[in-house]
Structures are given as C-alpha cells and as structure tokens.
T-cell receptor, first 113, second 110 residues
Framework: GAVVSQHPSRVICKSGTSVKIECRSL??????MFWYRQFPKQSLMLMAT?????????EQGVEKDKFLINHASLTLSTLTVTSAHPEDSSFYIC?????????FGQGTRLTVV | RKEVEQDPGPFNVPEGATVAFNCTYS??????FFWYRQDCRKEPKLLMS???SGNEDGRFTAQLNRASQYISLLIRDSKLSDSATYLC???????????FGAGTRLFVKA
C-alpha cells in the first residue's frame, strides 16, 4: 500500500522556538495533503488542507501565521509551528490523498517545554 | 452540529460478541466514506471503505445509507485485538476536505 513518511516522530522544543514537520508521500503523488492535530483522548482535528503549488486552506480557528504550511512538490508538505508555546503540545498527523483513500504519516508528538 | 457524529463510547464487550458502530454526517456533498482504526498513540489506519452497496471484509461489514446520511460498522466474533478507537471518516466532494468523527472506543475483554 501507499506509504506516507512523517518526520520527526517525536520532538521536544523550548517555548518560543519553531519546529518543522515534514510529510512525504513515498510511492505516489499527492496533490492534496492534510494536516491534523490530535489532543489526548480526542479525535483528529483538521487544521489545514494543502494543495501543491498553492496556499493552504486553513480551518476556522487555526492561525495561519503560526502554523505555516508549504507544499512545494507533489511528494512533500511541511508544517512549521512558529514561536511554539506549551499549549501547542500535541500529536500532529499528516495525510496524503491518493486516488481514493487517504494515507497517514506516523504522526509527530510535539512537546513544548 | 458536528459534521460527522459517532456513537459515544466506550463499548465494552466480551470476546466473541457482535458490536455495531453508527455514524451520521451532515454535509450532503459528502462523497467518500471510510472506517479507520486508531490504536493508542498511533496514527489511524484504514480499516475499510464504505460503498453504497455495502461491503464486507471478513468479520467486518460496513454499510452506507445516503438518504439518511448514515454509516455503520459491524464487527462479528470480536477479538481482543479489535480493541481500539474506530473513526468514521467522510470526504467532501472533490476530495479536498476529509472530516473525522470523534471516534468510538472499543474494549474487547476475555
């Protein structure tokens, strides 16, 4: 099956710093990638939809200046959490859409201290 | 109202039991439907797609009712390894938006 690689799987950073998360589709081209955030014991919440070569579409309540998304190629999308705060600590998951199904990266557990 | 709503959990069932999960969606432009399984602290994994004609994969049966905007998942002969959170997922027409339900937690006990 299709593989989506997300890196890093775990990161701890200091408050005020920025963290970049990469999402790669390894064996298919993904014109659309999705970024989700999941807090403990809650479901995935869509943050933004990223289309290759264009600006991401952010969900209501998600700060686009804080969560920078770049989708420069058909196989790579990045999410940068800028000026991270402890409340940004969460599980971030990307998803790349193939022909019909969506495939997920392994997720990134971000802890801001 | 949430765009995708699922049965509240958790469901606690003995091994061998049959358990059913329900999911409703509100957007009539919903195009594709899926059930995902998520184990604790892991990424969701596709369990099965849901087709209008209904589909079955071993012990799992999924059904879709477009008129009622309702999706179901039936698990027969539950195994301990079925313990997980089951997520109902809906993709809006055009594939540009995928919405997850809150998930239903299933505990299968010996």
């Amino acid at each position: 099956g299709a593989v989506v690689s997300q890196h890093p799987s775990r990161v701890i950073c200091k408050s005020g710093t920025s963290v970049k998360i990469e999402c790669r589709s390894l064996d298919f081209q993904a014109t659309t990638m999705f970024w989700y955030r999941q807090f403990p014991k809650q479901s995935l919440m869509l943050m933004a939809t990223s289309n290759e070569g264009s600006k991401a579409t952010y969900e209501q309540g998600v700060e686009k200046d804080k969560f920078l998304i770049n989708h420069a190629s058909l196989t790579l999308s990045t999410l940068t959490v800028t000026s991270a705060h402890p409340e940004d600590s969460s599980f971030y998951i990307c998803s790349a859409r193939g022909d019909r199904d969506a495939f997920f990266g392994q997720g990134t557990r971000l802890t801001v201290v | 109202r949430k765009e995708v709503e699922q049965d509240p959990g958790p469901f606690n069932v003995p091994e061998g039991a049959t358990v059913a999960f329900n999911c409703t969606y509100s957007n009539s432009a919903s195009q594709s439907f899926f059930w995902y399984r998520q184990d604790c602290r892991k990424e969701p994994k596709l369990l099965m797609s849901v087709y209008s004609s209904g589909n079955e994969d071993g012990r799992f049966t999924a059904q879709l009712n477009r008129a009622s905007q309702y999706i179901s998942l039936l698990i027969r002969d539950s195994k301990l390894s079925d313990s997980a959170t089951y997520l109902c997922v809906v993709t809006i027409t055009g594939g540009f938006k995928t919405i997850f339900g809150a998930g239903t937690r299933l505990f299968v006990k010996a």
